[in-house]
C-alpha cells in the first residue's frame, strides 16, 4: 500500500450552492515536492518492481515538456537509481522541464517524432543504444500494469461518499486505475 496523505478540499462557489452539489478536489499536487500528483503513484510500484529485479537505470518516454520525465528523474536521483529520458523532437535545453531532469541527474536522449511514433521500433533502437545499461524500462506516462496499480491507491484517499470522479486524462492509467 502506497503511504500518502493529501488534503481533500472542498470547493464552493454560488453555482454550486445554487445548485445543491457539493464539489471536492484530492490535492494530489501536494504529496510530493517533485514526485507530484498521479506522478507519485504510477512511479511507485515501478520503483520497487525495478529495486527487486536489481535493476540500477530507469528508462522512460516523454516530450520535451513532460512531467513524468521530470518527476521520474527526480525520484530516480531520490531512491539512487540512474535516469535515461528518451525525448520526442529535437534537442532543446532552455526548456525548464528538461533542465530540471537533467538537474536531476537523467540524462536525455532526443529522438525524431517519426521514430517516437513507432513504438515497436522505438523499443528496439532504445535496446540497440542502451545494450550497457541494466534498464528497467517505464513507458511513457509510467502507463503500465504497475503504474495503475498504483492510480488504484488514489480513492483510498477520499473519506467521503461520493458519486462521480473527474480525472484529467493523457496516457489513461490514472483513470483506468481510479
Given amino acids: 500500500m502506497i503511504e ?3 488534503p481533500l478540499m472542498e470547493i464552493t462557489s454560488a ?23 498521479n506522478k507519485w503513484y504510477k512511479l ?4 520497487q518492481e525495478a529495486r527487486n529485479q536489481n535493476k540500477s537505470v530507469l528508462l522512460t ?4 515538456y513532460s512531467n513524468h520525465i521530470a518527476a521520474t528523474a527526480a525520484a530516480g536521483k531520490e531512491q539512487g537509481f540512474k535516469t535515461i529520458g528518451i525525448i520526442r523532437g529535437e534537442e532543446q535545453f532552455n526548456n525548464a522541464t528538461l533542465l530540471f531532469a537533467q538537474q536531476n541527474g537523467m ?16 523499443y528496439k533502437y532504445v535496446t540497440s543504444q542502451f545494450t550497457n545499461e541494466n534498464f528497467y524500462l ?9 503504474g495503475i496499480l498504483g492510480c488504484k ?24 486505475g481510479i
Fill in 4 to 6: 500518502a496523505s493529501v
Fill in 153 to 176: 491507491e488514489i480513492t483510498k484517499q477520499i473519506n467521503i461518499d461520493f458519486d462521480y470522479v473527474c480525472c484529467a486524462c493523457g496516457t489513461g492509467a490514472t483513470l483506468s
Fill in 138 to 146: 517505464i513507458p511513457e506516462g509510467g502507463s503500465n500494469p504497475l
Fill in 107 to 122: 540524462q536525455l536522449h532526443f529522438v525524431s517524432r517519426a521514430l517516437y511514433q513507432q513504438k515497436e521500433e522505438l
Fill in 15 to 37: 453555482l454550486i450552492t445554487h445548485n445543491q452539489l457539493r464539489l471536492y478536489m484530492l490535492r494530489l499536487d501536494l504529496n510530493h515536492t517533485y514526485i507530484s500528483g
Fill in 44 to 47: 511507485f510500484y515501478n520503483l
Fill in 61 to 64: 518516454f516523454g516530450g520535451a
